[in-house]
């Protein structure tokens, strides 16, 4: 596996605990059948715990899917302590940090792709919104740029404003009709014209079960996401008909492969998905092409929200792909965007691309 090397460990101690890693204590049937009363199965069988084999116990029974209170971590070191290694025992993994540059990447060019383009793309505030904003401006586009953190999404104007680009910031809750419609009224009235439209604004629950997600998560996650491309994309579509436009709506591979704890995330980027191709047979003799991006890459935003001591962890879960790497918005992800925004890809609609390094899930036959 990717993730981690192999080696030997040297001065290991002698008994393991709950500092020993998740999986040495899998490989021995007395420390696993210890984990499987606290873990009933999922030790083996959760894929997020599979990837954290070369963390501690400890660290691992920090994560919410874990499902471990104090008192039981208590319960299982003592458990674990009374058990004593074996001379010589297996090798255990250990979690590899740094990633890998790409191979053969040539520095960015930037051949002004976009050049008198307007844009008008959603949840720019931060993470990958932000990249995109500023690769694209950096390509010449005009921009229309949105977020409801306004002082963040002013830092990003800034950006944009730095490489040259004309920038258009409004306070936007894509959730709210009345918001989109000003959005877009705003956008005619600066500009004249649209070009390109990226839905790219969501809202992520927190990871829980099915049973443990009530109606408000889903809610939240349509309004944010099918609804606010529903209407915009209408509200667009008078200003992108007759020419070379393009819609950019972003989906996931948690859909695609029934991610679980993803229930209400999921749900609605499966209907952006299916939306995405109805509205691309129906609008492409207005020459309107609709694509979906499905990416993976380590954001701002993902760093952000998470203890310090996770961010290895989430590296590590990152790089489990065919290129071995964790994905960069800036470089990886928003040159897919702007071949989707550009007329080089004016033969394709109604594709979804998993813009994720190839993870193993998401590649097909």
């Not at 990886?332 to 080089?344: C, K, Q, T, W």
């Amino acid at each position: 596996m990717a993730l981690f090397k192999r080696k030997k460990k040297k001065g290991d101690q002698k008994t393991y605990s709950i500092e020993s890693k998740l999986g040495e204590l899998v490989k021995n049937p007395e420390t696993r059948g210890i984990l499987e009363a606290y873990l009933p199965e999922r030790a083996t069988t959760d894929p997020q715990l599979k990837l954290a084999y070369g963390m501690s116990l400890k660290k691992v029974a920090g994560f919410p899917q874990a499902g471990i209170s104090e008192d039981q971590l208590a319960e299982i070191d003592a458990k674990l302590k009374a058990i004593k290694k074996t001379a010589g025992g297996e090798a255990v993994a250990e979690e590899t940090e740094e990633s890998t540059p790409a191979i053969g990447y040539e520095p960015y060019v930037n051949k002004r792709r976009m050049e008198g383009k307007v844009v008008l793309l959603t949840g720019a505030s931060a993470g990958l919104g932000k990249q995109m904003s500023v690769f694209l401006a950096k390509e010449g586009a005009k921009l229309t740029i949105c977020a409801r953190r306004l002082e963040k999404l002013i830092e990003t104007a800034k950006l944009c404003e730095d490489e040259g680009a004309e920038v258009l910031a409004v306070q936007c809750d894509v959730s709210v009709y009345e918001d989109l419609k000003n959005l877009v009224e705003n956008t005619i009235e600066r500009f004249g014209t649209m070009d390109v439209l990226i839905n790219n604004a969501n809202f992520e629950a927190d990871r829980q079960l099915f049973l443990d997600q009530d109606i408000d998560m889903l809610e939240k996650a349509l309004h944010t996401g099918v609804y606010a491309h529903w209407h915009l994309m209408k509200l667009c579509y008078p200003h992108m008909k007759g020419k070379s436009s393009s819609i950019i709506n972003f989906t996931s591979g948690t859909y695609q492969v029934g991610l679980d704890l993803y229930a209400s995330y999921a749900a609605d980027k499966g209907a952006i998905r299916a939306l995405s191709m109805v509205v691309a047979r129906e609008w492409g003799a207005d020459g309107i092409r609709v694509n979906n991006i499905s990416p993976v890459a380590l954001t701002d935003t993902i760093l952000d929200k998470l203890p310090p001591e996770y961010s290895g962890w989430v590296k590590g879960m990152m790089k489990n792909n065919a290129l071995k790497r964790v994905g960069d918005p800036f470089t990886d992800i928003a040159p897919v965007v702007l071949f989707l925004a550009s007329d080089e890809s004016r033969w394709i609609t109604g594709q979804n691309i998993n813009v994720d390094g190839g993870q193993y899930e998401t590649i097909h036959v």
